[in-house]
């Protein structure tokens, strides 16, 4: 009896399937944008092509640094995913930075810069690592002297900004990194071609996973094009994490803003390629993925995921990992006898 | 009178010029030889497509180092001629190393690798800094463990090392780093098309600067393919530099063949590229090309250059200068649940 139920129903399951993938995607192509093939325009700050080449040899150069040892390439390293793999990222004298170094990719989509959005775009963000004295520890003047003193770069600034009297500034070292970096999107995630209308690019347990992200409310925080990056929440809505996940000192956006509401208040960071970059949270306490989840099913949802609801979370968290963008390492203009010389001090 | 003189002159003037590059030309004929296009083959090591690929990424690694922040690139940025900007290298803990890194560019045409030629080869010196404690601070076992627990390498390993059992060793890690190393040659300096026969490539102070260099001895222990890098010489031979440029602690070849002869000797270092990888000498105390051919003049020759020689040797120098090898940055396997941690300690 059991075998022909078996048998009568084996024909509808296809449909079944198909009906149940539909709903997931129009669901989420409500939530969620898939990312463009091209690089999104910066308004004021036109992406010439000379203005990128210069961006990128800026991005790779570690003459922005007072040791010239230091580049943002350091920290946000385009082999591995636009990131570091530490904790919190070291930078000069062997210093921890206070805080997890987000990826350079697709950053261009986030509402605003750092974990607690105190750079309104990126053009603003370069200029912040190159001066903190954890990070490259330089300073605007510094940094301009030493450009004007590598041989290469003045014609190259004026190259990417005609018409300057006075091309090489720290400003114009920010717009142009601005345009590299806004070049480091990963489009083609599987996702991405779901989103798209291609329901097999997610397999059964990543629809699953895609189903639990949205159903449990994950996706109203990590929504639209960066599957996050869009606004501010507070660490730890339902549940305070632990003190090392949260650490007390760390007050997020409070210390941005000095209003009492944006006490532990982060950027929800974008989850795109979240599978490459390890570990995780502001605090960089958190290794593994899995963890990651756990610890935000609690910490915001206020419930405890069972088992398979995480792994096909995770399932689904993989296929955010788009098309790694590929870049020709740049030459770099060499120093002359005029360029400062590198201080370890 | 003296009018006339000049016009009967004139017409003879560049039949001397002529006969002059060429006399130099086939001098430098006789001592130096020209980059070829090709990168060499190592014997017993295969440059096959896979193992060169594999050997970029592992070059661009910072999984190699127990911080995981430091990689070959560090000190040998092929955006900088294939060395770093410091003094004498910094690494693990931010620790200053002993020497000077050399170049990276062209050191498969070197006799030996590092100052004191203590590694026979690319291969023996790539295990070098890896397990150095004040530069990547690891060891053969826990890179392999590393390599082994990062998802995308054993396949990689497997296809540039057919037929091994276990590919993924300390060893094939150096014969992969060893082949791509290979591969980063700079052909096609101005040098280089001179002593191909075109007697234009250099312009005439610069045929002058090269005549200098043979003429008062420079091009003994800097002559070859690499001008300079085929054999070990003491430093100081005429004229012992100051404690700055030449600090006693450190004996050179001597601490490697402990022969009293061997006392401050070194590897007489390769020139290819040398206007890209100040500071000069094994202490990096040195920044200026024109103060090193001074320095060289009074230590090793004996003799103090005139402006004009030191101005005409360095054109000469410049002229070294080749085709810097483009490099497209390589996208890294990602790290898993199962690598190894960084450790800043």
């Known amino acids: 009896m059991k075998g022909k139920w078996i048998i009568l129903l084996l024909p509808l399951l296809p449909g ?4 149940t993938a539909k709903e997931t995607m129009s669901k989420a192509q409500a939530t969620f944008k898939p990312i463009p093939a091209q690089a999104p325009a910066i308004k004021g700050n036109e992406a010439t092509k000379a203005k990128v080449d210069l961006g990128r040899m800026l991005f790779f150069d570690p003459r922005l640094s007072t040791s010239q040892l230091i580049s943002c390439n350091t920290c946000h390293n385009v082999g591995l995913g636009g990131a570091d793999l530490q904790e919190t990222s070291v930078g000069h004298g062997w210093q921890k930075g206070p805080r997890n170094a987000p990826t350079v990719f697709n950053a261009v989509y986030n509402v605003a810069q750092f974990w ?8 603003t963000q370069a200029k912040g690592p190159v001066q903190a004295s954890v990070e490259m520890n330089s300073n605007p003047e510094l940094v301009v002297r030493t450009l004007k003193n590598i041989p290469g770069y003045p014609a190259l600034f004026e190259a990417a900004f005609p018409g300057y009297r006075d091309p090489v500034t720290f400003d114009n070292m920010a717009k142009a990194i601005e345009v590299f970096e806004a070049t480091l999107v990963t ?15 997610l397999n059964a347990r990543e629809q699953t996973g895609l189903g639990v992200f949205m159903e449990k409310g994950c996706a109203a925080c990590h929504g639209g094009i960066n599957i996050g990056g869009a606004a501010y929440y507070p660490f730890g809505v339902r549940e305070i994490p632990t003190a090392e996940i949260r650490p007390e000192s760390d007050t997020g956006r409070f210390k941005v803003t000095n209003t009492a509401s944006d006490k532990y208040v982060f950027r929800a960071p974008s989850l795109r390629n979240v599978a490459l970059t390890q570990p995780y949270f502001h605090s960089g306490k958190v290794w593994s993925l899995k963890d990651a989840v756990v610890v935000m099913g609690s910490a915001q949802l206020g419930m405890k995921l069972n088992e398979t609801e995480v792994n096909d979370t995770v399932a689904f968290l993989k296929s955010l990992t788009g098309k790694q963008p590929k870049i020709d390492y740049p030459l770099l203009p060499p120093s002359s006898d005029q360029t400062p010389h590198p201080q370890l001090k």
Request: charged residues 30%; negative net charge; hydrophobic residues 35%.
């Open 187 to 201: 489009p083609d995630a599987p996702f991405d071609h779901f989103l798209n209308g291609e329901p097999s690019a």
């Open 16 to 19: 079944c399937v198909d009906a």
């Open 116 to 123: 607690d959005g105190r750079a309104k775009d990126l053009q």
